[in-house]
């Protein structure tokens, strides 16, 4: 909590640390509230003779200190809030330590807590130092032994590499020895201890090697566990085909814990999970579930290679390991479930979170070079553009000189903890071209802005494109330099045939200028085909063009995207008070058109008839005014409901299936399509299609089709949604990961009493703000996704989320921290409502007791 002013870490004070800690064994002496624990490290100096051992150490209460088994006593070394400093000390020596702590209070769910009655840990990035007293910092790598007592109650004593040895102790208690191999920085620590079931399977490498696997879970879920154990058997094959990466170890386990700050994380051997990404059944998981969990159980795994065997040297470097690993787990979920389908999905998460990021006060570079607290920049930016650029360097290379890259990365850098310049220097070695300009994606912010003009010489038959980048100043970096942007175009005929097939244009200067002869009729430009980089294109294109875009796009990405910036334009339009009515009604005409094409999947259709998110279009406003937004999205929505009606009620009942649950994509595609024709009639809710809704969701033989049929009856509103939601409330009140989607679902009511419900929710008995699922379902949910209610022009949903924010900052400030982002963007805001969102940002800084965590943010915020 704030005592003092927060220091900012800084890039270029790196230092190494001046000792190695060779071996690192761990002693817990596991009781809820009072749990001991002994560390013996193995120092050896590898910096001046005169640097004294300094180690990190919060929250614990020291019992004792020795070296070489000599106890110090209390004017040997000296002890603060945040370190432990011991001066004199020989070159190699054994230091033992002993502390206390009370895992039973920790309710920041960082270093070791309790969930549900078991213990388990996170340490990432800055959790062990509250475990014991280390250099905790990712470059300092150990070899642990970890030897964990506890009563036998705790039925499995877990923790990092393999099991070594277990055995009975007096008092009902007993004991498990785990040796981890492969030296790892101490956040990738992990300990469980609890009663779990298991669900047991194995792999066998590529090299012959048996690893066993184990997925451990609550008694009486180990069924729910299927989909995650098979989608990492998919996983560990995939890794090795696609980058050659094997597995190491004997044993590989998972643990799902219901209380968790974040998705998942991947310590060594020991992947701890939030429940919600890790349990599925057919009745009580949707189909996002089920990809979400496909995708960050193979995220975590691989970490295994990408964050584990080569780890980061600094926090600065964290896109080292996170924007390369979404990058493969992105691709793996593209060869699981079709790439154009994942693309577009990936790239609306990338434009909702990371483009916001970057247009407001919160923008930082993929790697910044300063910080306040580490645990904030765990980012949208560091994530998904840091796994964007990896895909750019890919589309710059080619995927062989790509694969000769990272071979050489993982080849040469394997035990080690490095840095974004040794990586990038692995691709430009391998293909043999200079990548430094390229660098200039890590270290500058900002999305570019490019636009390209086309002009056609019908005489000479050639065409040529005027492209040009220019990307606005971001906090602390006022001045921009051109970037090398990779940008693949084709070229259509005005019906529609393909006049040039596509071409990456490398973009490498403010403006450059590309001449194709050839061109047999006046063209139409795709660009950026499959996003091909995280920049904002505009053209000369008139709406005729993107019409043939949106028809006939051999690139379904940009057919796709066609048919979204039709469809925001008319939505803009509208909100700014000049609604297209025969534009609208054109769109519509062209959408019906996509929508009954047989070569297209029904998952992709799903995507096509989802207008731009409300996010989306206040980012393309300025200033935003959320509530107009809204009405105009509406009203868009409405007319394709009353002119496609038809259409939409015959599609909505083909989609339906008898057949018993299949979680494949084909299966989840046709239930994206009919739950996009519920959202869709929902807008136009006479007799028939309520009564229709009402049966979508009475009789859904699943959670996909009970959710869909749940969101619009909860839009409509009335009595529609007061007896939907009291009966989902009965079905589900002990499923904890449903009822989430319960008070979610209620978070995105866009009706006018949505605020006042949502706030009464929070005094609701199965609400429970300690629980980071629950509280980001209904207070997340609303902020994020209901731009309508929260920018309520009272300024009530601003102070709702400061009074949030606030009371979760007494006990978990991570989760504090995620909640200030809604109110960060206040200056893209309507100025009455950007006022309103300020005030709130202050009262938040000015509050004494907050933590580090909020307090950078929300003074980054208010500028
Ligand atoms: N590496 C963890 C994230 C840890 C977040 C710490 N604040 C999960 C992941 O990205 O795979
Ligand atoms: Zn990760």
Not at 140 to 151: F, Q
Request: net charge negative; charged share 25%; with cysteine.
């Amino acid at each position: 909590m704030r005592t003092d002013t927060p220091q900012a870490v800084r890039l270029a004070d790196y230092r190494p640390f001046p000792f190695t800690i060779e071996t690192t064994r761990l002693v817990f002496d596991l009781h809820p509230s009072q749990t001991r624990v002994k560390a013996e490290l193995a120092v050896r100096r590898t910096g001046a003779k005169d640097e004294p051992l300094v180690l990190n150490g919060e929250r614990l209460k020291l019992v004792s200190v020795a070296v070489d088994g000599e106890g110090l006593s209390a004017n040997q070394y000296v002890v603060d809030a945040e370190r432990l400093t011991i001066p004199d000390l020989p070159d190699q020596f054994v230091l033992t330590t002993e502390v206390e702590i009370d895992p039973s209070a920790n309710k920041a769910l960082m270093g070791l807590y309790m969930s549900g009655g078991r213990f388990c840990t996170q340490c990432e990035a800055e959790g062990f130092r509250t475990i014991t007293y280390f250099p905790d910092r990712p470059d300092v790598l150990s070899r642990y032994s970890v030897r964990i007592e506890a009563g036998r109650e705790f039925t499995h004593l877990l923790s990092n590499g393999n099991l070594v040895g277990s055995g009975a102790l007096e008092d009902n208690r007993f004991f498990a020895e785990w040796e981890d191999p492969f030296p790892k920085p101490c956040y990738l620590f992990a300990l469980v201890a609890g009663h779990l079931d298991v669900l047991a399977d194995k792999f066998l490498t590529m090299s012959g090697r048996e690893v066993a696997l184990r997925v451990f879970v609550d008694p009486g879920q180990a069924s729910r566990a299927a989909y995650a154990l098979d989608s990492l058997k998919r996983a560990m094959k995939w890794d090795e085909e696609a980058f050659g990466r094997e597995y190491d170890l004997d044993l590989f386990m998972i643990v799902a814990v219901r209380d968790f700050n974040f998705g998942a994380m991947e310590n060594k051997g020991l992947n701890i999970f939030n429940s919600s990404l890790l349990l599925a059944d057919p009745e009580t998981a949707t189909d996002l579930d089920y990809e979400r969990i496909e995708a960050v159980v193979a995220h975590e795994y691989f970490h295994n290679w990408t964050g584990n065997r080569i780890t980061c040297r600094d926090w600065f470097q964290l896109c080292l390991k996170e924007g390369f690993t979404v990058f493969r787990d992105q691709s793996f979920s593209a060869d699981q479930r079709g790439a154009t389908v994942q693309r577009i999905k990936d790239v609306r998460a990338l434009r909702a979170r990371q483009f916001a990021e970057d247009a407001g006060p919160l923008a930082h570079p993929v790697r910044p070079s300063s910080y306040m607290k580490i645990d904030n920049f765990y980012t949208a930016t560091i994530y998904e553009k840091g796994s964007e650029i990896i895909r750019m360097l890919k589309t710059i290379l080619g995927a062989e000189a790509f694969r000769k890259g990272s071979d050489l990365y993982f080849e040469r850098h394997d035990g080690q903890a490095t840095t974004v310049e040794a990586f990038i220097e692995c691709f430009a070695e391998a293909s043999g071209r200079d990548l430094s300009d390229f660098f200039g994606w890590y270290e500058q912010a900002g999305t570019p802005a490019v636009t390209i003009e086309t002009a056609y010489d019908a005489d000479a038959q050639a065409v040529t494109l005027t492209l040009t980048q220019s990307t606005a100043p971001t906090p602390g970096q006022p001045d921009k330099k051109p970037l090398p942007i990779p940008i693949a175009i084709g070229l259509l005929s005005e019906t529609g045939a393909v006049l040039r097939d596509t071409e990456v244009v490398l973009l490498d200067r403010n403006t450059l200028t590309v001449r194709w002869d050839n061109v047999a009729s006046e063209p139409v430009l795709s660009a950026l085909r499959g996003f091909s980089a995280p920049v904002n294109l505009s053209t000369d294109a008139r709406p005729a063009e993107r019409y043939v875009l949106f028809g006939s796009d051999p690139d379904l990405f940009n057919r796709w995207e066609a048919g979204q910036t039709l469809a925001r334009d008319l939505i803009l339009a509208r909100a700014a008070g000049a609604p297209d009515e025969v534009g609208e009604e054109r769109y519509a005409d062209a959408l019906g058109r996509a929508l009954v094409d047989d070569a297209a999947e029904p998952a992709f259709k799903a995507l096509l008839l989802a207008l731009p998110s409300e996010p989306d279009l206040a980012l393309m406003s300025e200033p935003a005014d959320p509530p107009a937004l809204h009405e105009a999205r509406n009203a868009l929505r409405t007319r394709v409901a009353v002119h496609l009606g038809d259409l939409l009620r015959r599609l909505h009942g083909e989609m339906q299936s008898d057949a018993e649950f299949s979680a494949s994509a084909e299966a989840a595609g046709r239930r994206a399509l009919r739950n996009a024709c519920a959202e869709v009639l929902c807008s136009d809710p006479h007799a028939d299609n309520l009564e229709r809704l009402t049966a979508h969701f009475n009789t859904g033989r699943n959670m996909t089709d009970a959710m869909g049929g749940l969101f619009p009856l909860v839009t409509i509103g009335g009595p529609a949604r007061d007896l939907a939601l009291s009966k989902f409330h009965r079905a589900w009140r002990n499923e904890p990961l449903v009822l989430d989607k319960w008070f979610a679902v209620q978070g995105r009511d866009p009706n006018e009493d949505a605020l006042d419900r949502v706030i009464a929710l929070t005094k609701h008995e199965d609400f429970e703000p300690t629980n980071p699922n629950r509280l980001r379902a209904l207070v997340s949910t609303f902020a994020n996704f209901n731009p309508a209610r929260f920018h309520d022009p009272s300024g009530a949903g601003y102070r709702f989320l400061a009074d949030q924010i606030l009371a979760v900052d007494g006990f978990n400030p991570m989760t504090a921290a995620r909640l200030v982002e809604p109110l960060g963007n206040w200056r893209r805001y309507k100025p009455e409502l950007g006022k309103l969102m300020r005030e709130q940002l202050e009262r938040v800084a000015a509050h004494p007791d907050l933590s580090k965590n909020v307090l950078e943010l929300a003074t980054k915020a208010l500028g």
